[in-house]
Nanobody, 124 residues
Framework: QVQLVESGGGLVQAGGSLRLSCAAS????????MGWFRQAPGKAREFVAA????????YYTDSVKGRFTISRDNAKNTVFLQMSSLKREDTAVYYC?????????????????WGQGTQVTVSS
């Protein structure tokens, strides 16, 4: 089992940047594919980005391509989401998720473990 703790959220102006971090417990972090999801008020949780166990493969939802970058540091048991050119519609609670798999899940139902979330608010 793994525990996930997100950090790095906050209030930022449109066009600005934030970097989210997700720290994982345990010694087998490199066995987990990792994902970032977000949930805005009144909306369903949506996929944002995912990364394979060793960072070889990454995937993004279309609305963040070219603006967000997912990466991981397996030595530090941490996955990151660098967010740039932020828009008001990026406002949401951001969650990281994990699953032991060689694949790269892109739906919430495929992930086993979740963090508590970190709020990102983009103001105009």
């Amino acid at each position: 089992q793994v525990q996930l703790v997100e950090s790095g959220g906050g209030l930022v102006q449109a066009g600005g940047s934030l970097r989210l971090s997700c720290a994982a417990s345990g010694r087998t972090f490199s066995t987990y594919a990792m994902g970032w999801f977000r949930q805005a008020p009144g909306k369903a949780r949506e996929f944002v980005a995912a990364i394979s166990r060793y960072g070889v493969s990454t995937y993004y939802t279309d609305s963040v391509k070219g603006r967000f970058t997912i990466s991981r540091d397996n030595a530090k048991n941490t996955v990151f989401l660098q967010m740039s050119s932020l828009k008001r519609e990026d406002t949401a609670v951001y969650y990281c998720a994990a699953r032991i798999t060689p694949l790269v899940p892109k739906t919430a139902a495929e992930y086993e473990y979740w963090g508590q979330g970190t709020q990102v608010t983009v103001s105009s």
